[in-house]
């Protein structure tokens, strides 16, 4: 009891972190600084919300968006920001801004544009569009854009900035953005949080949900949803905690109720969750004093690590059922378990030096919770049970363990067949490894839907991704973005690059800014001043223009206070737009965005176009790829590559731990070697022949699968060693116990609806009978034939 | 429902000429106007604390929650439709002369704006609107002159 309160005080300190970015391995930089930390990116966290009009027109979306947008307004504590309308004093105030600073927008390059606009020919021309711009919607809001322009620089400007200005997928009607069809009008949120952590994300989120639902009873030909990484960690992290308490809790009370009625004793189930219980508090309480936190998604797939624990208990109460002398008991009990334990928790260190901070979680939490288990029901067990045996009780098991599967020719046959299958395809089709962490996430319905209708509605056939300029200041970040553009543009000249968002024309470098403020100085000298003057006065009459309108312009010439100027820190571009351009990051970095489009690669290669690009732009330490599946790929398929050693290593392990338990009797141990190998190939073997793909989630796995049949063919082994056939009898009893409730938990994952957890049902199903058939056939057949 | 004819004249400091087009107004109590000039292209209506302007066919709309020069231009259209006394407020200034009373609504914030101020001369009898002019930036304006 007290060791309970103990451990269980401890582990209830233990923080269990929701982060599913610990998924994800770090890439490092040569020098150990981390390439990139995609859970320090804020522009990750952004969520679209889609108000899509099912009958509504453009009016009724916008006052739709309008009044969500003003229900989320005392939300403040869940979101910094929702952009979701332009304000009307913006373009006013950007005139104004522009006014102030023209110089610094334009390139120095295009004054020798402006030669060409200082004939009477040209200004004639010009005098004629000025007068219709003045009688223009804009020309009406904003009069001085023209009169500070009379030869036309706005034009050689807009395509100067064409890149920029043509770079968005997006329109905006009544100061709203709206898809180019205008059928779904969107809005974009920055939550309070980082994406990564979903606790938080789920308070937002459920409110989101609440707020939908009342909005399509007032709006129903008004659908709205939302998409984005943070939506992804919510939807990913509420289903886990779903399957975990419906689908796999489900399971386990069968499997507890098919143990009762097989044990006839009340005290079975007590028992048999004691152990496992204390085990599973003992590795909670040594993740709190090793590392403080714990993954919820370790956790959720560390349930299978109990199903090795249980099989340890139910082999001291299954013995128990036959032999009701404590001391026999453990005696009988005391090496196969040891042993069983050793080489799994063996097989579950092996993940300590895999560089993922949840396989490591995983590895550590495995080992100490299979040693916990052992430690009790080797050391508490025994002394807790009755004097009573029930040996009847398993009669009907004992019925299927008498029947001699071992000397079924057909069976061993077929048996072999398998074994030569699998082993076939593991040796034909090699190990595939599934590098792309997306194929492990949860999308839900509506997400999906969301998505997919925004990309529908804005597609252009291509692939769409973020890269950056890296800074410690955001100068620096600016400063940097012309590497940027430089190897994008040479990318572009090849034909790989479609286009990209030129960030560098609005947000000018400085030095820059003066080097353009001086050489318009410079080329507007009295001469020209006076030759301008001239042409205005004598075209501006012929198309109805005053000249003195004009005076802005020569206002505009002659000043010379200019001064550069930070336009990210002049309030001017909305929160919600500016952070789509730049932003300082969660780990104090500046980065300036660019979005490029390329060619799309459905399937992802090293020789696809956005992979080219990537290699480009990753050479240059000041610049980003903003995936980080693009950095962890190859970190992964390294990960794939040291797993596939470690497996070995620990399978060397496992081997040597044998040897030294046999006493060196090589027979002995190659046999009870052979299921632990055997199962594992015919695993990877029916991988390939089901085209099911390593990933994560199966490593984790695999190392359960190997615990498994170690522990099967070690106590086989031992049953058959012992000449005792009573002995074996038991072991075998409490293997097919241990295998019918692994077994249905295992199958219950199957109809979990994260495909992480369903994914993992498949391998684990096939290298659960493997190992079962395989110690309850194979290994007594061969070791009656070789007489060992 | 009251229907009135109108002139509207777009002046602008650069063009010479300035340009002029008729159409008609309709009022609805408690606070709907539609001035509609050039055979529909250009509009300027008032439907509630909604502003709907039309230009050369576009259309640009203000919600008075969002903009506070249109909050009180929409009060004070409300209270000369409704034959109401004007409200007082930091950014109205009323003149009274003759028969008429003039308002003239200034912003207050100092950012600015597309329009510099509004001034709205009524009937002080009949609460009638004579002539509405919306002042624009670099000395532009629109006016409506009422019949």
Known sequence: MTLFAFFGFFAAQLHLEEDINKLMPSSKNEDGTTKLAFADLKIKDKTFLLFEGQGADVEELSQACDAFADSLSGDSALIEDLFYR?????????????????PTFIDTVAYARFDSLLTREHFAQQMQQNHDDLLSEIGEMFPELIEMDPLGMRNVLAEQMAPLLNAGSYQTIDNHFFVPDSTVCLAFLTPRFSSTNTGQ??????????????????HPDIRISYHGAPANGYYNSSTIKRDLTTTIAGALVLVLVFLFFCFRRWDTIPLLLLPVLFGTLFGMSMMYWLKGEFSLLALGIGGVVLGVALSYVLHVLTHHQYVDDGEQLLRDQMKPVLLGCITTIGSFAGLLFINTALLQDFGLFAAFAILGTTLFSLVYLPQMLSSKTNPCSFKWIDNINRYPLDQKKPLLAAVCLIIIVGVGAYLAGGIRFDA????????????????????????????TQYYASKGKTMEEAIKNFPILANKLDSLQQLGLVKNYTHTNQLFVPLPVQQERIDAWKDYWTRDKLDKVRMLIAQTAPQADLTPEAFDTFFEMATRDNYQPDSLYAAGLIPEGFQSTLMEQSYDGNYLCFTTVRCQNDSVRSSESDYTRICDAIASDPRLLVLDTYYYTTDTLLQMNDDFNVLQWISMLFVFVVLLLSFHFNIKHTLLGFMPILLSWLIVLGAMVLFDVRFNLISIIISTFIFGI??????????????GNSHQLQYHKTAILLSAITLITTVSSMLLATHPAIRGVGFSTLVGLLSAVVLAYVLQPAVFKKLKI | MQAQTVTRVSHSKAVKTDVVTTGDVTIRKPDYICISTDGGKDQLIMDGTKFTMTAKGKKHITDTKKNALFATFHKVLHAVINGQPIPAGDDLVIQKQGGTQTITITPTDKKRQMFTSFVLVVDSKTSAMKRLRMNGRSDSYTEYTFK
Do not use: C, W
Request: net charge negative; no cysteine; proline share 1%.
């Open chain 1, 201 to 218: 994300g789920s308070a937002l989120f459920e409110r989101l949900n609440t707020l939908i639902e009342q909005f399509a009873k007032i």
């Open chain 1, 86 to 102: 332009l304000d009307e004093d913006l373009l006013p105030a950007g005139v104004e801004y522009l006014a102030e600073h023209l």
């Open chain 1, 436 to 463: 792309d962490m997306n194929n492990l996430g949860y999308l839900d319905e509506m997400t999906q839907h969301s998505e997919a209708l925004l990309r529908s509605k804005t597609y252009t056939g291509e692939k």
């Open chain 1, 709 to 722: 049949g170690v522990d099967y063919s070690i106590f086989v082994m031992n049953g058959l060693i012992s």
